[in-house]
Structures are given as structure tokens and as C-alpha cells.
């Protein structure tokens, strides 16, 4: 297993002239040992009163059974499935909570080898863009607290000022996240060749497969075989 400051002090051989590179960042069980459904739960166990909970609980655990298939078929439609939960949330309200989900659920969550790494890719001069399909306003708050410059996250669609349920598009998830990555390169001038992608997930292939420097990080047993074939470094945070 690579020692995380090898891997990162790599550096494209093109003299001064060189663009800033990046570090595409996946979040959940990469970054934190958590995943969307945490901070999804705690929205639900705090709501205004105890029926208002016991409601929307209720209609979580009536789409356990479909969101359990997705996950496994299409992370889209399980995110889609998940954030359908927020439905007549107010803006308000999300984004009050936003704080305490991020010190109760995502922030004990982060992996200490994880924030050094993040800090190590700040330190030589990449830009760190986190990429996740967890909602936007969350996402803000891990980057705040780590350092990174960017984030690609899923947006709730709002309408006067209410959770309809709906994400906006595109959604973040799968081979979206491929697509997202190219887009944000060759908006900020990355040569992808140059940059660097870190996830925990088989399903993040797509995305680990578009950056000159791919990692496995905490892998799932398929993303570690594969990261073995292709010789990828890998970084296990987890244990």
C-alpha cells in the first residue's frame, strides 16, 4: 500500500507553466464513515413536533424496500427516492438544522487519514473539489471545516421557499459524477490527466476512470480488486 505523501507529491512535468490541478473528492465512506441516509434520518427524527416525526418516518419506511433495490441497481433513483423524504421541508428549517446535522452526524464521522489527506492535497497546490451526491448546503459545511475550494452536491428543488421533494438536475450520482468532473475540469482549466479522484465505491468507477490519478479509498471488494489489476494506490482510513 502507497504512503498517501508519495502518491501526492506527484507532479506533472511541464515546468512553471502548469494550471492548478485538482482532487475530486467522493464524500460518504470516503471523506466520513457515514452515508446520505444519516443525515436524511436526522432531518426526520427532528421535525416541529412528534407527529409531524412519526409521519414522515412512517413514509420513509414505507420506501425502505424500493430504496434498498436502488441502491444496488441505480444510485439515481435511490437519491432520488431519499430526498423525496424532504417534501414540504422548509428552506428555513434545512438549513437551521444544517449545522447540527454537521456537528452531530458528518463532522465525528471524518476520517482522520481522510482530512490529512485533503490537507496534504491543499498543501501542494491542488485545488479540492468535493463531489457527492449529498445535498449542496451539507456538503458546504465539510468543506468549510476541511479546506476544500469546491463542491458538486445535489440541489433540492424549492418552490416559495418549500421542499417539493424534487432535485434539481442533474442529479449526482453514478456516471453523472464523470460528466460533473469534466465539466467542472475544463471550467476551471484542469488538465484531468494532471488531476487526482478518491472514492470508497465500485459505482464511482466512471469517475475514478476520467482522472490521471485515480484512488481507492476504504474500497468496497470490488473497487480493491480493481484497483489491484490496474495497480491504483489505495488507502484504507477505515480501519
Not at 428549517?93 to 463532522?107: G, Q
Not at 501542494?124 to 456538503?139: H, P, Y
Not at 460533473?180 to 479522484?197: E, T
Amino acid at each position: 500500500m502507497p504512503r498517501a505523501q508519495e502518491f501526492l507529491t506527484h507532479q506533472p512535468r511541464c515546468g512553471t507553466e502548469c494550471p492548478v490541478s485538482a482532487s475530486y473528492f467522493d464524500v460518504d465512506g470516503t471523506l466520513v464513515r457515514t452515508n446520505l441516509v444519516h443525515p436524511t434520518l436526522f432531518y426526520l427524527l427532528n421535525q416541529g413536533t412528534p407527529v409531524q416525526t412519526a409521519t414522515r418516518l412512517g413514509r420513509a419506511l414505507f420506501k425502505a424496500p424500493r430504496m434498498a433495490l436502488a441502491e444496488v441497481v441505480d444510485r439515481r433513483t435511490f437519491n432520488e427516492l431519499l430526498f423525496s423524504s424532504f417534501e414540504g421541508m422548509s428552506e428555513d428549517r434545512l438549513l437551521i438544522l444544517a449545522d447540527e446535522v454537521f456537528d452531530r452526524v458528518l463532522k465525528p464521522a471524518i476520517f482522520a487519514g481522510a482530512a490529512s489527506l485533503v490537507r496534504d492535497s491543499l498543501t501542494v497546490g491542488r485545488d479540492v473539489v468535493l463531489i457527492s451526491g449529498a445535498l449542496d448546503f451539507l456538503l458546504e459545511r465539510v468543506a468549510d471545516h476541511l479546506g476544500a475550494t469546491h463542491v458538486i452536491g445535489n440541489r433540492l428543488e424549492m418552490k416559495d421557499g418549500i421542499a417539493t421533494g424534487k432535485l434539481l438536475k442533474p442529479v449526482v450520482a453514478g456516471p453523472e459524477k464523470a460528466r460533473l468532473i469534466r465539466a467542472h475540469a475544463r471550467a476551471h482549466g484542469h488538465d484531468l490527466d494532471d488531476c487526482y479522484g478518491y472514492s470508497d465505491s465500485y459505482s464511482d468507477v466512471p469517475m475514478l476512470s476520467v482522472v490521471g490519478h485515480p484512488a481507492a479509498v476504504n474500497p468496497d471488494k470490488r473497487l480493491a480488486l480493481l484497483a489491484k489489476a490496474y495497480s491504483w494506490p489505495s488507502f484504507d482510513f477505515a480501519t
